[in-house]
């Protein structure tokens, strides 16, 4: 079954990043797990959508610009669509804790979002299965239609073309103290000392022991204090690992810390891991690793 136009075939085949640590990137859909969503969430999905998600169960865009001239800047930006989910709080299903953080009507299903900011195929005033989509600004509450369908949705989608603004050694020649990183880690005030100093130290060190034994200890204290803004350096420490295994190519399995540690983030507390991002991306890595 193809609903997509013939001028959309190669965007639709190109559109994710395909990438191994990809953390929107779920398990392989079937019709019953189709059918559960659609229950859970008491809607019926775009046709296109769902034709989409059997290529590829949700993830990482690599075509990340939406052009729309409604916009005031006359684009989004959009870094990945969400698949869908086995359970609550994965890709579409969005759990209950979430939808009260951030007062996310059930009218709505959340396609990409932020806090703030959302994409979501838009049911208030339509009760079939192609519904529009639109932009949801929570701050302003205002909701703008971006694309007839989800077809247009896709239709509309280009490539973002800007450097990689990703920190590397040597982007600047700065350079830490251990000492003040330490600091920084224990506080866990200073959240660029936090992470760069990290990245940093990750990708200088041969003996990579004190780098993970600071790295342990900081997210059991993220995961004491259940901040769930700090969930976003634990994000951030699971990608100085991807980094690491891409470009020194590290085995972290000959290190005595791995096990707790990926123990801690692949047991995220729920409730802070929002779209089970953290979780996900850490079974990737021990998959990776063939934990």
Known sequence: ????????????????????????????????????????????????????????????LHLKKLMNEELEDGY????YINGIGQKSGEGIVVDSYTRREWGLSNRFV????????????DYRRYTGDNPPIVHIDLDTNEKIQIA??????????????????????????????REDIE????????????TAGLHYYGLLDEDLHWFLTQM????????????????YTIDNYLDILIDMIRTRHVDFNEYSQTEELFELV????????DQSRIRNKSRKIRSYLGK
């Open 266 to 273: 692949t047991n995220f507390p729920p409730v802070l891991d």
């Open 216 to 231: 342990l200890g900081s997210v059991k204290r993220i995961i004491d204090a259940r901040s769930f803004e700090d969930t």
């Open 110 to 121: 959340y396609l990409h979002g932020d806090s703030h900011e959302w994409i979501a195929l």
């Open 1 to 60: 079954m193809i609903l997509f136009t013939e001028c959309v075939q190669e965007a639709v085949m190109n559109i994710f990043t395909d990438d191994y640590f990809d953390p929107y990137h779920l398990e392989d859909v079937s019709s019953e797990i189709i059918e559960a969503a659609e229950k859970n969430l008491k809607v019926k999905l775009p046709a296109a959508y769902i034709e989409l998600m059997y290529i590829q169960n949700g993830g990482e």
């Open 76 to 79: 989004l930006e959009i870094d």
């Open 148 to 177: 007839e369908n989800f077809a247009d949705f896709i239709s509309r989608l280009t490539v973002v073309e800007e450097p990689n603004e990703t920190y590397h050694l040597g982007d600047d020649d700065e350079e830490f103290a």
């Open 183 to 194: 600091e920084a880690l224990l506080e866990g005030k200073h959240k660029y000392h936090m």
